[in-house]
């Protein structure tokens, strides 16, 4: 039987939520976060901070919650029948980061613990998570060490997991309706369980450790960008298509609301503002017609550095 340790998880889950909300803030002088715990009545709860109205950043979320019950949401069992009627706990941490500025990108990160258990069976364990980068005007250097920094959190725990968590993270973050992808990627991983809990849980802590250092340089090269109404009219109109994937496909979205949880904590991840047009395209040869034909498309940002 492996002995897994809820009481690690949570306890690093929290420090990281943390780290993260203090580093933002060191960027972000205007506005702090305000803090929100909470309960379920089901049982469980959380720790939600929330950012708004500053000068960087537009909006941003960045949330803890530990939930448990007597039987899995569909959202969760659908991929794992077997799992159904098992008791379980999810812990996770969850952010998205809506800028003010159109030159720096929305950003996601979301590290996760689950465990399902029934009497006289071995709990059914494993972590999930990652982080995805949504640019609105694409910069090729950014991008290369976006998937850089994401790659060095997964060198040491294996010698294949970037190339397959971040082809899993190009197929998971695409919009099926639209037919393209939500950004740029990076990594997605779930049902790691893989060696041992202390591996697979030094592989969850390393991609959430490595967040702020793939993040927060962008944030300082792009957010005095000078932009006018265009960008901004155009950056709303792209965070509709964050609204559709976290609405339609997202599975935390889906299982914070399947299970019970918080309703303005989990959908704290939409912006604050957003459009939509109908049957709208770019201008040909423009700056936001290059996002379309060069950066939203699956593709080795690492071979691009090294051109």
Known sequence: MTTIDVNAVKSYLLKLQDSICAALEQEEKKQKFREDTWDRPEGGGGRSRMLADGEVFEQAGVNFS????????????????????????????????????????????????????KPGADPVWWFGGGFDLTPYYGFEEDAAHWHRTAKAACDAFGPDNYARFKKWC?????????????????LFFDDFSEKSFDHAFGFMRSVGDHFVPAYLPIVQ???????????????????????????????GTLFGLQS?????????????????????????????????????????????ENK
């Open 66 to 117: 530990h939930v448990h019950g007597k039987n899995l949401p569909p959202s969760a069992s659908a991929h794992r029948p077997e799992l159904a009627g098992r008791s379980f706990q999810a812990l996770g941490v969850s952010l998205v980061i809506h800028p003010l500025n159109p030159y720096v990108p929305t950003s996601h990160c979301n590290v996760r613990f689950f465990s399902a258990e």
């Open 221 to 251: 090269k792009r957010k005095g960008a000078p932009h006018g109404e265009r960008e901004r009219d155009f950056q709303l109109y792209r965070r509709g298509r964050y609204v559709e994937f976290n609405l339609v496909y997202d599975r």
């Open 170 to 186: 190009d197929e998971y973050f695409f919009i099926k309706h639209r037919n393209e992808p939500r950004g740029i990627g990076g």
């Open 260 to 304: 019970g949880g918080r309703t303005e904590s989990i959908l704290m991840s939409l912006p604050p503002l957003v459009k939509w047009r109908y049957d709208w395209t770019p201008p040909p040869g423009s700056p936001e017609a290059e996002l379309y034909e060069i950066f939203l498309k699956p593709r080795d940002w690492l071979a691009t």
